[in-house]
């Protein structure tokens, strides 16, 4: 099993050499966060989306379809 050159986390890495400050990692981790619950409530939309569009397609079928009664050309004109 291969051991870890360090004990302590990447991002403890970056805070503890002065790269990155405490309050910049909370913001990229609120950040992610965020994005992440948006994401999950976007593919329950893009489903609806879909199921929309399949209704829409049945419809336009049955509106494009040649009607089974015919009207007469001569027929009774109210």
Do not use: H, W
């Not at 360090?6 to 913001?27: D, I, R």
């Not at 929309?52 to 027929?75: C, F, H, S, T, W």
């Amino acid at each position: 099993m291969a051991r870890i050159a360090s004990k302590a986390p990447l991002t403890v890495l970056k805070v503890s050499a002065g790269s990155t400050t405490n309050p910049e990692m909370s913001s990229v981790f609120f950040s992610v966060l965020v994005a992440c619950f948006y994401l999950s409530q976007l593919f329950p939309a893009l489903k609806k989306i879909g199921e929309g569009k399949q209704a829409a397609a049945r419809i336009y079928k049955v509106l494009d379809r040649e009607p089974r009664i015919k009207n007469p050309e001569n027929g009774l004109k109210p």
